[in-house]
C-alpha cells in the first residue's frame, strides 16, 4: 500500500490527481461543483470512497465545501468577482433563477440599504436559504413561466446569472411584502 500526500492509493484518489484533474477544470472556468458532479470528475470512487477524498480534500484546502453538497475549488484562478452567484447557479442547477428583489434594487440605488453579504434571487426551483463563507443566499419561488422571466431580465457579460430590470425587481419585491419601506421613492421617479 502506498501513501501519497495522506491518501491510501489502493482505496481513494491521490492528491495529485485531483489537483490535476480539478486545475484542468479550472482553466475551463468550473471551479463549483456539487458532490454529483465531483463523482464525475472522479469515476473510480466508491461513494464512501469519494466521501472520505472529498474530506480529505477540504481539510487539505484544495476544495471548500461552502453548502451541503456543494464544493468550490480552493485552488482556483477562474474565479470572478461574482462567487455567491456562481454558487447560486450551481444551487439550482437546470432551472431558471436570476438576482432580484433587495439585490437589484441596492445595484439600481432604489434602495437605501445596501444587503450586505446576502444575494437575494427569484427561481423556478423552490424557495431556500444557504449560508456559504461567501454570503447568504437567499432564493424565492416564482410561478412566472421561463418566456416572461427572459422579458424580466437582463444578462450581463461577466455575470453567471441574469438580472432583473429595475421594474421587475421593483415588483419582486412588493409581490414578497417585505422591504419595501427602503425604496427610495425619489430615486424610483428618477427612474
Same mark, same amino acid.
Given at each position: @500500500? *502506498? /501513501?501519497?500526500?495522506?491518501? +491510501?492509493?489502493? /482505496? ?12 484542468? =477544470? ?11 458532479? =465531483?463523482?464525475?470528475?472522479? !469515476? +473510480? ?11 480529505? =480534500?477540504?481539510?487539505?484546502? *484544495?476544495?471548500? %465545501? ?10 482556483? &484562478?477562474?474565479?470572478?468577482?461574482q462567487v455567491i452567484e456562481d454558487i447560486a447557479?450551481? $444551487?439550482? %442547477? ?20 445596501? !444587503?450586505?453579504?446576502? #444575494?437575494?434571487? @427569484?427561481?423556478?426551483?423552490?424557495t431556500g436559504l444557504y449560508e456559504t463563507p461567501?454570503?447568504? *443566499? ?10 416572461? $422571466? #427572459?422579458? &424580466? ?6 455575470? !453567471?446569472? %441574469? *438580472? ?5 425587481? $421593483? ?17 424610483l421617479s428618477d427612474a
Amino acid at each position: @500500500m *502506498i /501513501l501519497i500526500g495522506g491518501y +491510501d492509493e489502493g /482505496l481513494q484518489m491521490n492528491k495529485a490527481e485531483a489537483i490535476r484533474k480539478l486545475s484542468m =477544470l479550472d482553466r475551463a472556468g468550473v471551479y463549483v461543483f456539487t458532490k454529483g458532479d =465531483l463523482a464525475k470528475v472522479f !469515476p +473510480d470512487e466508491k461513494e464512501k470512497a469519494l466521501e472520505k477524498s472529498l474530506q480529505r =480534500l477540504v481539510a487539505d484546502n *484544495i476544495l471548500e %465545501r461552502v453548502a451541503k453538497g456543494v464544493y468550490v475549488n480552493s485552488l482556483a &484562478r477562474s474565479r470572478k468577482g461574482q462567487v455567491i452567484e456562481d454558487i447560486a447557479a450551481v $444551487l439550482r %442547477r437546470g432551472q431558471f433563477s436570476y438576482v432580484s428583489r433587495e439585490s437589484m434594487l441596492s445595484e439600481y440605488g432604489v434602495i437605501s440599504q445596501v !444587503p450586505m453579504s446576502r #444575494i437575494t434571487l @427569484m427561481t423556478t426551483g423552490a424557495t431556500g436559504l444557504y449560508e456559504t463563507p461567501y454570503g447568504t *443566499i437567499e432564493f424565492t419561488h416564482t410561478k412566472r413561466r421561463p418566456a416572461e $422571466l #427572459i422579458r &424580466r431580465t437582463v444578462s450581463v457579460k461577466g455575470r !453567471p446569472l %441574469r *438580472i432583473a430590470t429595475r421594474q421587475a425587481a $421593483l415588483a419582486d419585491l412588493v409581490r414578497s411584502g417585505r422591504n419595501t419601506n427602503m425604496i427610495d421613492v425619489e430615486e424610483l421617479s428618477d427612474a
